[in-house]
């Protein structure tokens, strides 16, 4: 089976860090670029941030530009989003998505995670 599996989700204060992990198994990501997506209740989908196969490119979402830095190691066949300076309008349930046809189309992504929750609350 071809999953994705993110993890690293939690609970955490205003002004804090998380790191959330998105793993494969079944499948290599060396060929794929990864998308970092997420979801508040009664909201859209929204992108966070993308990185290219290679890790060459990076993109983010202009409201965590600054705060958040995707990354990835091959080696190890995962990708990590490292969110600092967390607010609560971050809190959502963040989903991992890879495709082989690049960041510019990563919302149609072929495999897609089943989400981890982070909460942003005092």
């Known amino acids: 089976q071809l999953q994705l599996v993110e993890s690293g989700g939690g609970l955490v204060q205003p002004g804090g860090s998380l790191r959330l992990s998105c793993a494969a198994s079944?499948?290599?990501?060396?060929?794929?670029?990864i998308g970092w997506f997420r979801q508040a209740p009664g909201k859209e989908r929204e992108g966070v941030s993308c990185?290219?196969?290679?890790?060459?490119?990076?993109n983010y979402a202009d409201s965590v530009k600054g705060r958040f830095t995707i990354s990835r190691n091959n080696a190890k066949n995962t990708v990590y989003l490292q969110m600092n300076s967390l607010k609560p309008e971050d809190t959502a349930i963040y989903y991992c998505?890879?495709?082989?046809?690049?960041?510019?189309?990563?919302?149609?992504?072929?495999?897609w995670g089943q989400g981890t929750q982070v909460t942003v609350s005092s």
């Open positions: 998505a890879a495709t082989q046809l690049g960041c510019k189309v990563i919302s149609g992504s072929d495999y």
């Open positions: 079944g499948f290599t990501l060396d060929y794929y670029a």
């Open positions: 990185i290219s196969s290679t890790g060459g490119s990076t």
